[in-house]
Structures are given as C-alpha cells and as structure tokens.
C-alpha cells in the first residue's frame, strides 16, 4: 500500500509507501556494517546528499512548477528520514553516527560539495532521478553482503520507497516534457501557452 497526501495529483506515484519501517534492532555490533550505515547517513552517494540535493531543488524551481516543488519537499522529508533510519543503524552497530563516512577507515565528512546543482528544471530530474538509481544499487549490494536479517529488512523496505521515488521522477519528467511539448505546439498556433505542472497546495505544509 501507498501513502499519499491530498495535495499530490492523483496520477502521479507517491513518496511514501504506507507500511511502517520494520523495527531497528541489530544482532550485534558490527564495524563493518557500520561503516556501511555511516556511508548510507553521510557518503557521496547517501541520504543526506539525497536530501540536500531536495532542498536545492525546491529552493531553485520556479513558483510556475508547484508540483515539482512541493515534490521535491516531500522527498527531501523522505530520505531525511532514510537519513535518521540508518544514523541509528550505524549507533546500534558500535559507531558514532556524525555526518561522516571511514573510507580505508578514515573519517570523510559530509559536505555538500558533493552535490551536482543543475540548473534547470529537466536537469535537476535527470541528477535527481540519477541519485535514487545510484543509492538503489548501493543498498542492494549491500543487501548481498550482510548476513543481519534485521539489517536486510529496513534495506529492503528503503529500497522499494527509493524506486518509489524512482518512478515519481520519471513520472515529473514525462509531465515536463508533455508541458513543453504543448507549449510549442500551442507557440506553432499563435496560441498562449497552458500553465504547466499546476497542483492546488492549499493543503501542502511548509519545510
């Protein structure tokens, strides 16, 4: 089952799926499958990049495009969560969850130059879309690798809301392109072009 909010266009995928994550709990501490945690909490390719890059996006879109806005909130709440999720995976493991990865056990922390900002509407999907891809192969390698049932469950159910998301971004950007579709043949018509990607947000909450 999915949950979706009432202010979200109903042809559209939602951002969450209704079932709750499963319990955190771990069989033991583990070093490396804390490092892998910590990697997920604050990597290049993890959640807190995946939620800045959100919080970008929102910032930059123009108030034309309220449905990619209020998108990019709702995912940025999503994979905040994601975030949180695997910061007290990686303390129940033995770690310390900083905003840090240990490459070759080293600690690297969080920056957001990590992020790629693009500019446009199409180019934020596509990076956008290109970061849910990336964290989805992540946490399935890692699915292979780890021998915690408890850990495997809450990877599991991460990874069907980021192909969730996945798919949601797939969907904005058919949107994008129907809307400039329309817009030049409406333009070949000496017709005004229609008001694109338009969700009333009366019942939207801010960040």
């Known amino acids: 089952m999915q949950k979706r909010s009432g202010a979200f266009p109903a042809d559209l995928p939602p951002v969450r799926l209704a079932e ?3 319990p ?3 069989a033991g501490k583990n070093a490396a499958y804390a490092q892998m945690m910590l990697d997920n909490l604050g990597g290049g390719n993890s959640e807190m990049t995946a939620a800045a890059a959100y919080f970008y996006a929102g910032l930059m879109l123009p108030p034309q495009n309220p449905t990619l806005i209020f998108a990019c909130r709702e995912l940025e709440r999503c994979e905040v969560e994601h975030a949180r999720l695997f910061g007290a995976l990686a303390r129940l493991l033995g770690a310390d969850p900083r905003l840090w990865s240990l490459p070759c056990g080293m600690p690297v922390y969080w920056t957001p130059g990590y992020l790629a900002y693009p500019r446009t509407a199409r180019e934020m999907l596509e990076a956008l879309l290109e970061g849910e891809l990336a964290a989805i192969a992540k946490y399935e390698m890692q699915v292979k690798r ?3 049932a408890d850990i495997i469950a809450l990877l599991q159910r991460i990874i069907q809301e980021e ?6 971004l797939r ?13 030049r043949r409406a333009a ?7 008001g694109g990607l338009r969700v009333h ?3 939207a909450h801010a960040l």
């Open 20 to 22: 709750a994550y499963p």
């Open 171 to 183: 969907a904005l950007q058919q949107r994008l392109d129907g809307e400039a579709q329309a817009r």
């Open 201 to 203: 947000l009366g019942r």
């Open 163 to 168: 192909t969730q998301h996945a798919a949601l």
């Open 188 to 194: 070949g018509r000496g017709l005004p072009a229609a």
């Open 24 to 26: 955190l709990r771990v």
């Open 146 to 148: 780890i021998r915690d």
